[in-house]
């Protein structure tokens, strides 16, 4: 039963650097493995499993779904997209400007519609080679398209030639966002996270972000944020740009949106909800009946339990509790993010936390090498909270207290 965990897999591409656990099943922000040992999930698959595993209402309405018509095709209407779509315009604030969504199964797909429609924004005005701004340790996918919009050169190397068209600029500084366009009549659009999630838990502060959406305005530029890893309520709003009180004229979602089910979706302002014309964009599984009711019960899941107070009050709490069991620490460079989307951020690389973690009954990520991520369900309580910080930061102090490697 557990041979094909303990050798790297025969017949599966060696793309991912997987740990020797398979999980069988989950039962709220637990989960167990193939030989019945038990794990808090610090990590819900990623920023994935919103509601947790095995969600009481959740569960039956899919198993409903899939009785009734799993996959149909665009080809027709699919009344769950109509519903859904609105709702999330409506969440973005988008509704009196009249925005629009379109769906996909991925945070890439996502993305890539996201750019794409930066670009015919662009054609659309005579712009016949659009740029996009993109940022330093971006993480935006790993199509082509959207791993030239990351910025990481590890994700690139061995794939260029890259896509051309996109300037990079640091997070944060309005200055050098100013001169890195100055003059350009070829600038489309600013594509960013709000919170990047794999480069290492890196938050754009309210005041750049007000000063982005101002410079995007003036010059007729598209605000494009990434949300797929820390929008659906993850930070305590259901987008984590909406704590500066701005709004996005694109956003990419995927990741939360249907709490495990594929699902990806690209919420438009009025500047670009209507820019794709029939031909031009769309893909098979893309808005598919069990992929829109996963994100329509998730949703309304999420407002019936409250779980965008949830995700603030206890990522508050986890937060609190990390800082007061790591205080002192010197190799603790800081404890940062919102809600419950949180890195620890050491100063050395930290891969093998990941392992000690889960030998320790604790599943999580290290992200950017030195930061540990924590993005579990936002069902998380308090006392769970507790259990990981009592997991977790013993951990660390003892890996901080190990000789560094030469
Ligand atoms: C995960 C992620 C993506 C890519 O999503 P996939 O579903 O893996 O293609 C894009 N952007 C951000 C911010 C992400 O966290």
Known sequence: MTAFIEAASPHTMN?????????????????????????????????????GHNHPKLVPALQDQIA???????YYHIPNQEKLAAKLVDLAGLSAEGGKTFFCSTGLEANEAALKLARKFGHDKGIEKPEIVV??????????????????????????????????????????????TEGNPNVVAVFFET???????????????????????ERDWLMMIDEVQCGMGRTGKWFAHQWAG??????????????????GAVVAG???????????????????????????????????????????????HLKAGLEAALAGEKGVREVRGHGLMLGIDLDRPCGVLTQRAADAGLLLSVTADSVVRLVPS?????????????????????????????
Request: hydrophobic share 45%; with cysteine; charged share 15%.
């Open 270 to 316: 009025a500047r670009a909800a209507n820019i794709f014309q029939p031909g031009n964009h769309g893909t098979t599984f893309g808005g598919n009946p069990l992929a829109m009711r996963a994100g329509v019960e998730t949703i309304q899941i999420m407002e019936e339990e409250g779980l965008l107070e949830n995700a603030a009050v206890v990522g508050a």
């Open 195 to 217: 919170i990047q999630g794999e480069g290492g838990i890196n938050a754009m502060r309210n005041e750049y972000l007000q000063q982005v959406r101002k410079l995007c305005d």
């Open 378 to 406: 936002l069902i998380l309580t308090k006392a769970e909270a507790d259990e990981i910080v009592a997991i977790l930061c013993p951990l660390i102090k003892a890996f901080l207290a190990e000789p560094v490697a030469p």
């Open 68 to 74: 009734k018509i799993i996959h149909s095709s665009n």
């Open 135 to 180: 940022y330093e340790h971006a993480f935006h996918g790993r199509s082509i398209a959207t791993l030239s919009a990351t910025g990481n050169k590890k994700v690139q190397a061995g794939f260029g030639p890259l896509v051309e068209g996109f300037i990079r600029v640091p997070l944060n500084d309005i200055a050098a966002l100013k001169q890195a």
């Open 15 to 51: 793309t991912y650097g997987r740990l020797p656990i398979a999980l069988s099943h989950g039962q709220g922000v637990r989960v167990w493995d193939v030989n019945g040992k038990a794990y808090l999930d610090g990590l819900g698959g990623i920023a994935v499993n919103t509601l």
């Open 246 to 263: 701005i709004k996005p004229d694109v956003m990419p979602l995927a990741k939360g949106l249907g709490s495990g089910v594929p699902i």
